[in-house]
């Protein structure tokens, strides 16, 4: 944040995607392009360090520094706790993730997250339009932040009880490759309501008591809503896109009937559900027991 050479240029982000793919792609078993768990991936961007001059393909050390912090998310400083989760690796190229997100097109004053952090921090937490980000202190000023907009803004009490109580459902998707809030954040946000809902116990048990009213689903290759290097179209689309719910060419889910849409010489659930029961492959989930009606409307297929 305080070294102007630690800037990504958009120019370096093919390289830095094709590293991260070389490392993880095929984890799961299969190489198609996508890293369909970022988690088990442990890419180390250093392996890209450029060995004499600055160049396209290649990384200095100070982007080395900026890309681990940019996968590993802030820290306090001061009791190396994590604020929020980092960016996942494998999907930096597309115009809607990294460019547009976090690294700006042609400066990093230009990227969409520098620009809310600003106004927030500049506007809402220390009223003064004249704030320098680069003063930000990740102890004090988050804290800060926290306590004085806090209650207006965030949007992460698990104690979804009452909801429930009300016969309330709740289905859950979020892209892997999202460039605007950390997707790992929602897994974050799911193990905190499991343990809200049902304290101790085994996993298992823990994980049963959802059943039916929490799912959450882990989009591989799928940027901020959508778009990105991964079938983003599964039934989540608005009924302003209602024309798309009848194309079967556009809809993964209208295409093979299940949201589990098998990408082309792989046999690989396109969704990863990380609350839904695993299928006799091991480690695969099988997500096709929940479909979208043409009418926008959820609907449980029996198991």
């Known amino acids: 944040m305080h070294d102007p050479a630690s800037w990504i240029a958009p ?9 991260a793919l070389a490392a993880c792609d095929s984890l799961d078993g299969v190489k198609d392009g996508l890293v369909k768990d970022p988690r088990r ?8 360090q450029c060995q004499r001059s600055d160049a396209h393909d290649c990384v200095t050390a100070a982007q080395v520094d900026a890309l681990k912090k940019i996968y590993s998310g802030p820290k306090n400083p001061r009791t190396g706790e994590m604020i929020f989760p980092g960016y996942v690796p494998g999907d930096e ?3 809607w993730n990294w460019p547009f997100w976090i690294i700006g097109l ?4 230009e990227a969409a997250q520098a620009q809310f952090g600003n106004a ?3 506007d809402m937490v220390f009223e003064n339009p004249k704030w320098a980000f680069r003063t930000l202190d990740f102890d004090k000023d988050v804290a800060l932040a926290d306590q004085k907009i806090g209650p207006l803004l965030n949007s992460n009490d698990p104690n979804l ?5 009300n016969g309330g459902k709740l289905l859950q998707y979020h892209g892997w490759s999202d460039g605007a809030i950390a997707p790992l954040n929602s897994i974050n946000y799911y193990e905190q309501v499991v343990a ?6 085994t996993q298992k048990d823990r994980l049963s008591v959802l ?3 929490y799912r959450l689903f882990m989009a591989p290759g799928v940027g901020h809503c959508g778009g990105s290097s991964g079938p983003d179209s599964f039934g989540n689309l608005t009924l302003s896109s209602r024309s798309q719910l009848h194309d079967p060419d556009h809809d993964v889910l209208k295409r093979s009937g299940t949201v589990g849409r098998k990408r082309q010489g792989s046999g690989e659930n396109y969704c990863h559900e990380i609350c839904g029961e695993r299928s006799k492959k091991g480690d695969r989930y099988d997500a096709a027991s929940l479909f979208l009606s043409a009418d926008g409307a959820i609907q449980r297929l029996g198991r």
């Open 11 to 19: 120019n370096k982000l093919p390289a830095i995607q094709r590293a």
């Open 93 to 95: 190229v597309a115009l």
């Open 120 to 122: 927030l921090f500049g």
């Open 161 to 165: 009880k009452p909801f429930k109580a």
């Open 196 to 201: 809200a809902l049902s304290g101790s116990g």
């Open 41 to 48: 991936c442990h890419f180390d961007p250093s392996t890209i």
């Open 211 to 213: 059943g039916d009213f």
């Open 106 to 109: 042609t400066s990093p004053k």
